[in-house]
């Protein structure tokens, strides 16, 4: 079966690195693994049938601290495969027989994620035809035919008010086009799907059942018509939305999606130290070591139920990460380890990593505060010494309490600039410049409080 596009950019390694780098400070190791697991599955697709079946993804667990971008890398990583991404913790997933969600549950939402992906790839392919045709039933809306007025003029003597409808409905069109009738009320038809009575119930259990019970009783219950008084180019919006639903192939979006989650489907394994305990057999670590067994046939490859029809997971690529302060990759049962090949560690961010990351980076922390205020008015300026005093208390900071990484940024960030940021919408057109004594002057009082600071920053 043909893809409907090619979901992987093929960016070499190289390229993958550079467009990381935009993002995130430090953690080449990484960078470089995933780039290097992201372009064999390119790779992977250009193999002979009877071959390419046999690759199997090399799994990947990144071991470093909380807050040094190991979220940040599969999260950039997926935007630039253009592929099915899922981040999943792994502490929310229980063993079958507990109250929790079953891990094959990743999956089906990895599905649900590319049905939206291919349907909107789809729905804007045809969103001219869509528009035209919604354009249309406006204009008939506008302009209803009366019960007398033959649908076709078989006479003479019937063209004229025929002639003299079209010529109306042009001028309407142009004004629609134009934009004049928008703020105008217009009745419409809206189909509304009737609640299923599942929808009562609170437990986890309905959720995951083999065939979502949810959908079942959904195409079981009838669709009921509303109207409703909308403005015309909300209605515009509505009609064309409506249209492009009844264009797009849902049989095609589903056999497409299923093939993308199958042949590029990534999921973002968090927080996967939180299951490797297994030196005691009773209490959590039971479920725990569950969570593990069942996770490793999702991993190893099977086949998964999912209201799409079935998925195979033999080329889903997974990468897991954790802090691993307390347990190690190690505690894991061997079986999972051995479907996690590579281990990459990252390196604790440092003072110089906290400088770069509040300035280089495309999203820079500092940016974000300058523009968010730019918003109001006020036009902030940070001096070079500036950033180097907030690098040099979040370094502090994380050595006193908690190393919870460029997280710290934020939270000092936020409390540095808690006055101006109040007080924005009463100081238009004000300049303010943030030099290292302002950052000090303002964060000296929870500094000198250790206990104080371990609280507020």
Do not use: C
């Not at 999203?363 to 036009?379: C, P, S």
Request: no cysteine; net charge negative.
């Amino acid at each position: 079966m043909k893809p409907l596009s090619d979901p992987m950019a093929p960016l070499t390694p190289a390229q993958i690195v550079v467009e990381l780098d935009r993002y995130i400070i430090g953690q080449e190791r990484a960078k470089r693994a995933v780039a290097i697991a992201l372009r064999n599955r390119w790779r992977r697709q250009k193999l002979p049938p009877e071959l390419r079946d046999e690759v199997a993804p090399k799994n990947i667990i990144m071991i470093g601290p909380t807050g040094v971008g190991k979220t940040e890398i599969a999260r950039r990583l997926a935007r630039l495969a253009q592929a099915p991404f899922l981040k999943v913790e792994a502490s929310k997933y229980t063993e079958v027989g507990y109250v929790g969600r079953d891990v094959e549950s990743m999956i089906r939402d990895l599905t649900e994620l590319a049905v939206n992906m291919v349907k909107a790839e789809m729905a804007a392919a045809v969103r001219e035809k869509a528009e035209a045709l919604a354009e249309e039933r406006l204009l008939d809306l506008l302009l209803p035919r009366r019960k007398s007025e033959p649908f076709q003029s078989q006479t003479l003597e019937e063209v004229s008010p025929e002639a003299s409808r079209q010529a109306t409905k042009e001028k309407l069109r142009a004004q629609l086009r134009g934009g004049k009738l928008d703020e105008r009320l217009i009745e419409l038809e809206i189909q509304s799907q009737a609640t299923p009575i599942v929808e009562v119930f609170s437990g986890q259990g309905m959720e995951e059942m083999g065939i979502n019970l949810r959908e079942m009783l959904s195409t079981m219950l009838p669709s009921k018509t509303k109207r409703r008084k909308v403005k015309v180019a909300e209605a515009e919006r509505l009609l064309a939305q409506e249209e492009a639903q009844k264009l797009v192939d849902m049989d095609e979006v589903m056999a497409q999606a299923i093939h993308r989650v199958e042949n590029s489907g990534i999921v973002f394994l968090d927080e996967l130290d939180k299951i490797a305990a297994r030196e005691s057999a009773h209490g959590p670590d039971v479920s725990r070591e569950g969570v593990q067994r069942d996770l490793l046939p999702i991993v190893e490859g099977s086949t998964v139920t999912t209201k799409y029809g079935p998925v195979k997971t033999d080329h889903v690529l997974f990468i897991a990460a954790g802090a691993f302060h307390v347990a190690k990759p190690s505690d894991l049962i061997p079986e999972l380890q051995g479907r996690f090949p590579i281990r990459v560690e990252l390196d604790p961010l440092t003072r110089e990593d906290f400088i770069r990351i509040l300035t280089e980076p495309q999203n820079a922390l500092i940016r974000q505060y300058i523009e968010l205020l730019n918003t109001e008015g006020v036009t902030l300026h940070f001096t070079p010494d500036s950033v180097d005093a907030v690098a040099e208390l979040a370094t502090v900071v994380n050595q006193r309490a908690e190393n919870i990484g460029a997280r710290r940024l934020y939270t000092i960030m936020e409390k540095l600039l808690e006055e101006i940021s109040f007080a924005a919408p009463d100081m238009p057109g004000k300049e303010l410049t943030i030099d290292a004594g302002y950052v000090h002057a303002h964060l000296a009082d929870v500094m000198k409080d250790e206990d104080l600071s371990r609280y507020i920053l």
